[in-house]
């Protein structure tokens, strides 16, 4: 069963997060498989995303969605994760063209995204009571490090979004495979009235703490010493034992079942048919004098979705709660 670990330690400004996606993970991988499934290196780091958005959903107060996106520049041209408040979650990747066989060896995440340095991470935080025309809030960073060198860990990448984005001391270990999506979170906690990141900014007092508090820094480089493979196979109890067991550290309760993360998709025919009439008329029109019908695909779950010309007609008639946007309108 998938489960979410939350633990702090006692008496010191750092908290921690563990993540096990197991059935969750392969619900996601089984929807993928009718198509062909994806090159093992993709599924890692699809894994490796799918647990890094549950952590950073399970990390904020937030009603809404979280989206984490990867927009490649080499053959992995897109790849998301969207983890949603309940912690259900999908994900999905659009693959083009050839990823090395990662039984050869270490594909690196720069040749599936980042060929030519232009690969972009977003993290969207799309909330559930959004009203029409109000945009989600998006932070986007590169897939570079300081100096434009190639980051080939998806795990610096998000360390890198914390810190830049939300000020926050973040240590993340990742790691995935077909059987299991894994991750540690390691933070440092906002010091006391400090807590509002990308909002309100940061205090003169808690950018001065970034990458000095000593507790901070020792719990994380023990963090830092997870290996994959303990990772994937461990407990959460043995595993927290093995790193600090020189810590004073309080286990809460592990979110799982029904309260902990699980695979769900939010696709809907009324969802598909909205997005078909963003399309326009004429766009369907030709679908409809081509094929005879409209038939659209879910890429997270694999539904089809298919609107015969009545049907079709039916989309535009209804169009009174949210008219469309006329074509370049902004
Ligand atoms: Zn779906």
Redesign the pocket.
């Known amino acids: 069963m998938s489960e979410l670990h939350k633990f702090i330690f006692e008496g010191l400004p750092v908290r921690g997060m563990l993540v096990r996606l197991t059935d969750s993970w392969r619900d996601i991988l089984a929807r993928r498989a009718q198509a062909g499934g994806y090159p093992q290196a993709v599924t890692e780091l699809l894994g490796e995303m799918t647990a890094a958005a549950t952590l950073m959903q399970a990390n904020i107060k937030f009603n809404g969605a979280l989206i984490l996106q990867i927009m490649g520049d080499g053959p992995v041209k897109l790849a998301v994760a969207e983890v949603q408040p309940d912690l259900s979650l ?1 994900a999905t990747a659009k693959v083009v063209g050839e990823v090395a066989d990662a039984a050869l060896g270490t594909v690196k995440l720069s040749d599936m995204v980042n060929v030519n340095n232009q690969g972009r991470c977003a993290i969207t935080l799309d909330p559930k009571d959004r009203q029409p025309g109000q945009q989600p809030y998006q932070g986007v960073v590169p897939l570079y490090g300081d100096r434009h060198e190639k980051l080939e860990k998806l795990s610096d990448v998000i360390e890198h979004y914390m810190l830049q984005s939300e000020q926050l001391d973040t240590r993340l270990v990742l790691a995935a495979n077909d059987q299991m999506a894994a991750g540690l979170l390691i933070q440092r906690l906002p010091l006391q009235g400090e807590a509002n990141l990308a909002a309100s900014g940061v205090s003169r007092a808690d950018e001065d703490q970034i990458g000095l508090n000593e507790d901070y820094n020792r719990i994380a480089i023990l963090a830092a010493s997870l290996k994959s493979e303990e990772l994937l196979t461990l407990d959460a109890q043995t595993i927290l034992h093995r790193l600090f067991w020189e810590e004073d550290v309080r286990l809460f309760e592990p979110l799982a079942g029904e309260s902990g993360p699980k695979f769900a ?3 809907s025919r009324e969802r598909v048919g909205n997005m078909l009439r963003s399309l326009g008329t004429a766009e369907i029109e030709s679908i409809l004098a081509e094929q005879g019908h409209v038939e659209v695909g ?6 089809q979705y298919r609107f015969d010309p009545v049907d079709a007609a039916h989309i535009f008639t209804q169009a009174v709660a949210s008219p469309p946007v006329a074509p370049g309108a902004h």
Not at 298 to 303: P, T
Request: glycine share 10%; hydrophobic share 20%; proline share 0%.
């Open positions: 999908r998709c939010t696709c879910c890429d997270f779950c694999g539904a």
